[in-house]
Each structure stands twice: as structure tokens, then as C-alpha cells.
């Protein structure tokens, strides 16, 4: 049974630093891509980082929507069948909650045109508040 589970959020300063951490079960974390997505109150769910599956040729691709680029690094490990989001430079914008997510493929390919409408499984979400 495919599982997500995100945790790392809470509230941080402006310019400040989180880390997330979405763990995975019933699939092997470099098996297929992982996405971040996040939400924030009354607005459309958004795009965030997307690594790819080992199987898509390219370890660890990752891709990054262009309002984190330069600032969120995505990782992951194998050891703790998890994936990462380094958030760095946070700001009010940040303010959401985020969600990991599969669809069982192993490319990131449309990720960041989406809004995972047609992603299947997906973790309950963290919250990220951050304080100006």
C-alpha cells in the first residue's frame, strides 16, 4: 500500500529555514518521481520540486517551479526512503501547506504545469507558516 507522510513544517521568521521530510512506504523512494506541492489559504494548489525516479536514466533530477528556484533544494535517500525539501530565504509567500505526492511514474515530465490534479496518491500535508 503506497503511503506519504510529510513532517518538518511549523512557523519560522522571515528569511528563515525549514527543512520537510515526506517518507515513503510500499514503493522503494527512487522507484518512481516525488512532488511537492503546497496550498496556501484560498488560493490553487501550486507546483513546488519534483525529483524523478532512478529509472528515468537521470538519478536525482530534479526541477523546481520558478517562484522557489535558487532557494528550495530537493533530495533524497535511499537508506530512509524519504524525500527532502530544503526551504531556504522564506518569506510570507511561503505560507502554505505542503503535500508530497506520486502518480507512480518515474519522470517529473509536466510537473511543473500541473497542479496534481492527476497525481493519485498523496501525504495529509505539513504546514509552513512564516512570520514577517
Known amino acids: 500500500q503506497v503511503q506519504l507522510v510529510e513532517s518538518g513544517g511549523g512557523l519560522v521568521q522571515f528569511g528563515g529555514s525549514l527543512r520537510l521530510s515526506c517518507t515513503v512506504s510500499?514503493?522503494?523512494?527512487?522507484?518512481?518521481?516525488i512532488g511537492w506541492f503546497r496550498q496556501a489559504p484560498g488560493k490553487e494548489r501550486e507546483a513546488v520540486s519534483c525529483?524523478?525516479?532512478?529509472?528515468?536514466?537521470?538519478?536525482?533530477?530534479?526541477v523546481s517551479s520558478d517562484s522557489v528556484e535558487g532557494r528550495f533544494t530537493m533530495s533524497r535517500d535511499k537508506g530512509e526512503n524519504a524525500v527532502f525539501l530544503q526551504m531556504n530565504t522564506l518569506g510570507p509567500e511561503d505560507t502554505a501547506e505542503y503535500y508530497c505526492?506520486?502518480?507512480?511514474?518515474?519522470?517529473?515530465?509536466?510537473?511543473?504545469?500541473?497542479?496534481?490534479?492527476?497525481?493519485?496518491?498523496w501525504g495529509k500535508g505539513t504546514p509552513v507558516t512564516v512570520s514577517s
Open positions: 510500499g514503493f522503494t523512494v527512487d522507484e518512481y518521481a
Open positions: 525529483i524523478s525516479g532512478s529509472v528515468s536514466g537521470s538519478d536525482d533530477y530534479t
Open positions: 505526492a506520486t502518480d507512480k511514474i518515474p519522470h517529473c515530465i509536466g510537473f511543473l504545469y500541473s497542479h496534481g490534479n492527476d497525481w493519485n496518491y
